[in-house]
Structures are given as structure tokens and as C-alpha cells.
T-cell receptor, first 112, second 112 residues
Framework: GQQLNQSPQSMFIQEGEDVSMNCTSSSIFNTWLWYKQDPGEGPVLLIALYKAGELTSNGRLTAQFGITRKDSFLNISASIPSDVGIYFCAGLKEGSNYKLTFGKGTLLTVNP | NAGVTQTPKFQVLKTGQSMTLQCAQDMNHEYMSWYRQDPGMGLRLIHYSVGAGITDQGEVPNGYNVSRSTTEDFPLRLLSAAPSQTSVYFC???????????FGPGTRLTVT
């Protein structure tokens, strides 16, 4: 079953605010991925992390691979209305035959 | 490239009916997967394939069959639909050795 704990489940913020969300697990992961799903669409990859401690940015998004390899964080700075959607973390464990484990998602609402 | 395509976009079935959800990709990806998305549950893996002629079960395979006769196509069959199979279904593909999965737009299935 699901082994990734993603929090918060939902967030309501004002435009311009910064956002933080995270995923934790009791298991070690070799790769962390962050996806965004727009309403009515499939998820799209935002950031991929491959090494413990890695910090990677993609525009206003920054993600980090925790040094324990059991967690990851996603930050969005200066949010805008089009940031609305569901954000998923996903992890890949060694020996998992490339089967990704997904978190349950964080629903982000941005009030203009 | 069209990427990953799914048909139909919406479907309503009666309990006990059968149907096939179609998925095709034109990126020559070896790996293809089927997920279902339910509110508060994130994405759960149903079946996956690592190449033509090779399929395996994911986290929630019961009630679903798959086959992979070509690299491009990966249909998902519901032999006898049940209300518990009401969900949004996503097909995804990626290259072997790569972590980025490309998702299709989804099929919203309702079983009454």
C-alpha cells in the first residue's frame, strides 16, 4: 500500500504567499519526484531529485531530497493563481523494478 | 508527437458490463503503467508493463486485465465492472532507466 505520507492534505493561500509541502516515509528512497496535476488533466513532472541532500530549482519551485533519504520537500515562492492544482510526491526505491510510489497529494488553492 | 493518448475521456457502465480503456504512446517508451486516482487516495498502480509481451501486477490489480502486444498500446480491460471501480484512470509511459513518466489525460469511469 501507500508508504509516502504527504502533508498538508490541502492549503488555501493568498496570491504572493510562499508555500511548503513535504513527503515522509519510513523507507529509504533513491529518487524523489514532484508532480503537479491541473484540474481535469494528468500529472506533469515538475522536479526530479536523485541524490541525498540535493536542492533543485525550477523557476519559483524548489525541492530538496532529505539527507536521511526518507523525505523530500517542495517550496513554491510568490504563488500565483495558476499554481492551483494537486501536487504529488513520488519515490522510487532500490530494487522496486522502477515502480513509483505516490503520496496522496496536496491540494493547493490560491486566492487572487 | 501526441505523447500518451487515452480513450474514451468519459464512460458510464452498468454493473457487470465489460469494457476496454485504450492507451497509446508514440514515444517508443518501453515502460507503460495504469493507475487509478480516487479522492484522498492519490495514484495507485493497477498493472504495468516493461515491454511488449511482458506485464505484471501493481498495487490494486483485482478486477482488471492488461496485455501488451505492441510497444505502442497498453489496453486495460474490465471484465465485469463494479461500482468500486468508479474512478479516474491514468495511463503513463517512460523509457527504461528514466524516471520521468508521461501521463495521459485520463478516463473518468462511472459504474452504476
Amino acid at each position: 500500500g501507500q508508504q509516502l505520507n504527504q502533508s498538508p492534505q490541502s492549503m488555501f493561500i493568498q496570491e504572493g504567499e510562499d508555500v511548503s509541502m513535504n513527503c515522509t516515509s519510513s523507507s529509504i528512497f533513491n529518487t524523489w519526484l514532484w508532480y503537479k496535476q491541473d484540474p481535469g488533466e494528468g500529472p506533469v513532472l515538475l522536479i526530479a531529485l536523485y541524490k541525498a541532500g540535493e536542492l533543485t530549482s525550477n523557476g519559483r519551485l524548489t525541492a530538496q531530497f532529505g539527507i536521511t533519504r526518507k523525505d523530500s520537500f517542495l517550496n513554491i515562492s510568490a504563488s500565483i493563481p495558476s499554481d492551483v492544482g494537486i501536487y504529488f510526491c513520488a519515490g522510487l526505491k532500490e530494487g522496486s523494478n522502477y515502480k513509483l510510489t505516490f503520496g496522496k497529494g496536496t491540494l493547493l488553492t490560491v486566492n487572487p | 508527437n501526441a505523447g500518451v493518448t487515452q480513450t474514451p475521456k468519459f464512460q458510464v457502465l452498468k454493473t457487470g458490463q465489460s469494457m476496454t480503456l485504450q492507451c497509446a504512446q508514440d514515444m517508443n517508451h518501453e515502460y507503460m503503467s495504469w493507475y487509478r486516482q480516487d479522492p484522498g487516495m492519490g495514484l495507485r498502480l493497477i498493472h504495468y508493463s516493461v515491454g511488449a509481451g511482458i506485464t505484471d501486477q501493481g498495487e490494486v490489480p483485482n478486477g482488471y486485465n492488461v496485455s501488451r502486444s505492441t510497444t505502442e498500446d497498453f489496453p486495460l480491460r474490465l471484465l465485469s465492472a463494479a461500482p468500486s471501480q468508479t474512478s479516474v484512470y491514468f495511463c503513463a509511459s517512460r523509457n527504461a532507466g528514466a524516471y520521468e513518466q508521461y501521463f495521459g489525460p485520463g478516463t473518468r469511469l462511472t459504474v452504476t
